[in-house]
């Protein structure tokens, strides 16, 4: 049985989709078989391997909204082991519909369980709210991944948000737990970055990854060409440390 | 009759807030009366003056489900013309009960009428996603100003983002312009940011601000302290850029 991540907060811009593209071809690279569900109207999933609106013949879209199968929205896109299901949101009046038909909190869930099967990971990117898509996506998953940056903003929003996840799943889905909490946009060189770091590894002990993302270049051109980074620059220190996520987020399976 | 302007963009992280913040504190500066209003559920304008729970009577939340008006929640935070409305969400179910309420696009329209002679400018943080509460602001604001981060998806989103405000404009608020194109986070040591920032001003020409603001800790690093940058360190390139771009909105005014 496949197990359902989450890649989840509130704030935006923090590194939602980012990880959920590296750290699902990095998974890949290590033989796990991986699909990629975009719960973001955004649809930046897609446009990460510059797919448009042509390349998209179903997404999330169809699914909730026209009811059709999970299996006609699963896109290939030429990499081994990694499909996606794009959002395929066209428009402000898509959106609402979309969020309206997510009313039914646990339809994410119906529509997952005929194929988890045939995943080992199926990794959920959400939108930065804690509307009715975020809220399909805990009621979904087995845990959720918390990206976090060492920013003002982003950490008050971190306790609000752990509230969430507890309250969500008290009331629709009692076995998610917290995958990890990870640090991303890391940037070594800012002394804030070591304090802040430092500060959350006491309060959170081991529900924060060893593995820091660092701030990289390489990752936020990646996608203009249509790449994850492993794929962009497999030297780079944002490449390497996706793949060193990947491989911790595998040794906690195995534990 | 005061003007009403919406920050708000679809991609998350893009500095919407910072820039509600820092712009209304630099117009309060020249002497401009301003209202920020949030209107993120995440809450971010109250937390960037350390303002929590405790501190906040009423916020919109209140104002849009409760029907108080809302005079009452606005907040004085002590500095000279300029005053806050909080957001006042306290968790996912004020969440989702906020977006049904803006099932009624024109709510924040009729809501802020009555005040417009109060304030010079009044100020609309919004949230990052085109649901009903960006709705709500687009149809109640005279101009949009759309920040930018010179980064792939943060570009990619601009697009949409305007046939967006034009569909909506349209249908609920023929009068909305597009006060400008904002580029946040401009790091001048980056290629890749010179050659979006020239890119965008052959394409968007005149709909761009020249003021670019810099990537600055001192900007993100300010509301931990409760402060507008200005008022944090008026001699930062972050500081100075915002009042420079105060300085471009006013004159485009008297124009
Ligand atoms: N480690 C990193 N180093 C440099 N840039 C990064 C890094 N991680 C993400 N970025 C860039 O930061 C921006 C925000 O990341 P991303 O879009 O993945 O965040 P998000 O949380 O999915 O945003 P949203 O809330 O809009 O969905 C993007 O332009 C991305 O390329
Ligand atoms: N010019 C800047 N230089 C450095 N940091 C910045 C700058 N502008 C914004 N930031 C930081 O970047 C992060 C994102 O900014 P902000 O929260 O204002 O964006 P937003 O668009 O309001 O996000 P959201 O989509 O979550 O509402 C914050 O941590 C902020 O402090
Ligand atoms: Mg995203
Ligand atoms: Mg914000």
């Known amino acids: 049985m496949g197990k359902i991540i989450a ?28 699909l990629v ?8 999933i897609a446009e990460s391997f510059l797919l448009n609106e042509f390349d998209i013949r179903y997404g999330m879209f169809d699914v909730f909204v026209k009811k059709i199968p999970l299996a006609s929205a699963v896109t290939d ?12 949101v066209r428009n402000e009046e ?7 038909s997510a009313f039914h909190i646990k339809l994410l869930r119906n529509v997952i369980a005929p194929y988890r099967d045939l995943y080992d990971y199926i990794i959920l990117d959400c939108p930065p709210n804690l509307g009715t898509l975020t809220m399909n996506s805990l009621a979904a998953a087995q845990s959720v991944i ?11 929003s971190l306790g609000k948000f752990l509230k969430s996840v507890s309250n969500i799943g008290s009331k629709f889905n009692s076995e ?14 800012l002394k804030k970055s070591h304090e802040i770091a430092e ?7 081991n529900l924060i990854f060893n593995t820091k993302i660092p701030r990289n270049s390489k990752i936020s051109e990646a996608p203009s060409f249509g790449k994850p980074v492993a794929l962009f ?6 490449a390497i440390s996706y793949l060193h996520l990947a491989e911790e987020v595998l040794r906690k399976e195995n534990k």
Chains 1, 2 share one sequence.
Request: aromatic share 6%; charged share 25%; proline share 3%.
């Open 77 to 88: 896109i030429g990499l081994e082991n990694f499909e996606i299901v794009p959002s395929n």
């Open 199 to 205: 500060e959350m590894s006491k309060s959170l002990k």
């Open 176 to 189: 998610i737990q917290i995958e990890g909490v990870l640090l991303t946009m890391f940037d070594k060189r």
């Open 37 to 44: 569900i975009d719960m973001d109207p955004q649809g930046s």
């Open 146 to 156: 918390i990206p976090v940056q060492c920013e003002f903003y982003s950490l008050k």
């Open 233 to 238: 620059d497999i030297n780079s220190i944002g």
């Open 7 to 34: 890649i989840a907060s509130q704030k935006g811009g923090v590194g939602k989709t980012t990880t959920a593209i590296n750290l699902g071809v990095s998974l890949a690279i290590f033989q796990k078989r991986i």
């Open 94 to 100: 898509d959106e609402v519909e979309l969020y309206t």
